[in-house]
């Protein structure tokens, strides 16, 4: 996203050089993500108040870590409640909140991770109902072990049950008005989330090659995943799109389960569909596939050469990608992809401000 002119923007560094920054470059950071398999290399979530969460993640090619750190042209507050960090401006507020499982107590109703996760979200409506940001754009949850399965049922789905559960308690739409999400899979940590909102409500964006998330059928568990496939934001002059964690799904199927080339390529037709929606809803249909700003998260470190090289060819030119060891929320998933992008916003004359 460009750093120069939207209100709202993202830079990567490594976590080294994010501790190098200066005072005041570090006033201007909403929050951060942190992907490092090191604990001990990154000590950013006491640093200056910063709503900083470290993700159990091997990045994957060049570098050791990496951070996603959001910024905000406008001055900041911050702030903590309950178990979440968070700092905002006057239009979007960015918050981290991370929950060990070991805090809750397994009971014949509900699991310790459904237990966290709706804690968690619990925790989230409340803050952005007490402090008047009512509008959800995007949601990052990581889960230790997402595949695996305990009190007899998968963990991805106990999460899906707990998120549903805290929605429908808080009186949030659970079906058209929900924000984009990924969720992926971690070798160990708490469950960790990060979330942002804000003052302007932003528009759903489904995909017509695939079934909408929270219509899956009971197949993929008791409770369908509660998030849309993007979420378009506007905010002063920019329009900032996120797309959701996107991967070989058509209908509700997943197709290609053995084939790297061939799931990253109906990956990227099901992001080109997105952007095909987005456009079509924004003040001028400037998303594509060569400006997006990508996370790719490989399940087996070994394809990585296949997923780069096939993306390369698909857009055009050498993506700005950042790749990370991950588990996806199915077993037969081999890639999952999520994209960020933001263009000036025109107004009704058809001029941008």
Not at 23 to 51: H, R, T
Not at 60 to 82: A, F, Q, R
Not at 105 to 118: G, M, N, S, V, Y
Not at 161 to 173: C, K, P, V, W
């Amino acid at each position: 996203m460009r750093n120069t002119v939207s209100p709202l923007h993202s830079a990567s560094l490594s976590i080294a050089a994010f501790l190098k920054q200066s005072p005041q470059w570090k006033n201007s950071v909403l929050g951060a993500l942190c992907f490092s398999a090191d604990a001990e290399e990154c000590p950013i979530q006491i640093d200056m108040g910063i709503p900083c969460m470290r993700v159990p993640m091997q990045r994957l090619g060049t570098g050791d870590s990496v951070c996603e750190v959001w910024h905000s042209n406008s001055p900041l507050t911050e702030g903590k409640s309950g178990a979440i960090r968070y700092r905002h401006d006057d239009a979007v507020l960015f918050g981290v909140i991370e929950l060990p499982e070991k805090m809750f107590t397994p009971d014949p109703a509900k699991t310790p991770l459904q237990q966290a996760t709706e804690s968690a979200y619990r925790q989230i409506f409340n803050l952005l109902d007490r402090l008047h940001y009512p509008y959800l754009f995007r949601f990052w949850n990581y889960i230790a072990d997402i595949n695996t399965h305990s009190f007899g049922l998968e963990r991805y789905r106990q999460f899906n049950l707990g998120r549903q559960d805290a929605f429908l308690a808080h009186g949030r739409d659970v079906v058209g008005n929900v924000p984009a999400a990924c969720a992926l899979g971690s070798a160990q940590g708490p469950l960790a989330i990060a979330f942002m909102a804000g003052r302007a409500a932003p528009l759903s964006i489904e995909n017509p090659r695939q079934m909408s998330a929270y219509q899956y059928p009971e197949q993929y568990g008791p409770r369908s995943p509660t998030f849309s496939r993007a979420s378009l934001v506007r905010l002063e002059q920019d329009e900032v799109l996120f797309v959701s964690g996107t991967a070989s799904i058509v209908g509700h199927e997943t197709l290609h389960p053995t084939d790297i080339l061939a799931q990253t390529r109906e990956t990227m037709a099901n992001i080109e569909a997105v952007l095909t929606q987005a456009n079509r809803q924004a003040s001028q249909p400037g998303f594509d596939l060569a400006t997006m700003h990508y996370k790719v998260y490989v399940r087996h470190s070994a394809d990585l050469t296949q997923i780069r090289t096939e993306l390369k060819r698909i857009i055009g030119t050498e993506p700005n990608a950042v790749y990370l060891q991950a588990d996806v929320c199915r077993n037969d998933l081999l890639v999952e992809i999520e994209a960020t992008a933001s263009q000036a916003l025109m107004n009704l004359a058809g001029h941008s401000d």
